[in-house]
């Protein structure tokens, strides 16, 4: 019978103790959560301006939409901080295929995709921050991708390389997404 009393006591125990941890995460979340939100603003305290240049490969139309979505909330983080964007994508190797208006050349599953990478391009050439679209002539070489093809909303440039480089010696910072 004793036993069987140190069982029930201590099941209770535990029982309190899980609800007791429990309760504790239930409350904390949203303090935890707040605080890593507003930890954007300490890495970013008195800057005036986020210079990056954005080296972007992605040929798939479903993650390059993804990745060009990214760029602009970072961007409209950046001014949402105060910290005025300055922008450069950069598209080298399969991306030069998604920068290049002849979506006939795309698998047809890609192609509805791609039309909404063109839109993002188009309205991200726009946007606040963003400087330029560059298109790396090597890579469209490489892709097969006509100079006429490409997008009016981005600008080729001779060496893709040679132009991040250029960025990065300005103090761009270089991000590959």
């Known amino acids: 019978m004793e036993g069987r009393a140190m069982d029930k006591t201590g099941i209770a125990w535990k029982v309190a103790l899980a609800f007791l941890l429990g309760a504790a995460v239930v409350f ?21 301006e986020a210079k990056v240049a954005f080296d972007i490969t992605a040929g798939e139309p479903g993650r390059m939409l993804n990745i060009l979505n990214t760029i602009d909330e970072t961007r409209e ?14 598209f080298r190797g399969p991306a030069s295929l998604l920068t290049q208006t002849d979506l006939s050349r795309l698998k047809p599953e890609d192609r509805d995709a791609a039309a909404k990478v063109a839109a993002k391009l188009k309205q991200l050439r726009g946007a606040a921050g963003i ?38 010696a300005k103090g761009y910072a270089y991000i590959a997404p």
């Open 28 to 48: 904390a979340a949203p303090v935890m959560g707040a605080h890593a939100w507003a930890a954007d603003d300490n890495p970013i305290a008195g800057l005036k």
């Open 77 to 90: 983080g950046f001014v949402k901080h105060g910290v005025t964007p300055r922008f450069v994508l950069a």
């Open 131 to 168: 400087e330029r679209l560059d298109q790396c002539s090597i890579a469209m070489r490489g892709q097969k991708v006509d100079k006429a093809q490409v997008s009016p909303d981005v600008t080729v440039v001779e060496n893709g390389w040679i132009t991040l480089v250029g960025y990065q």
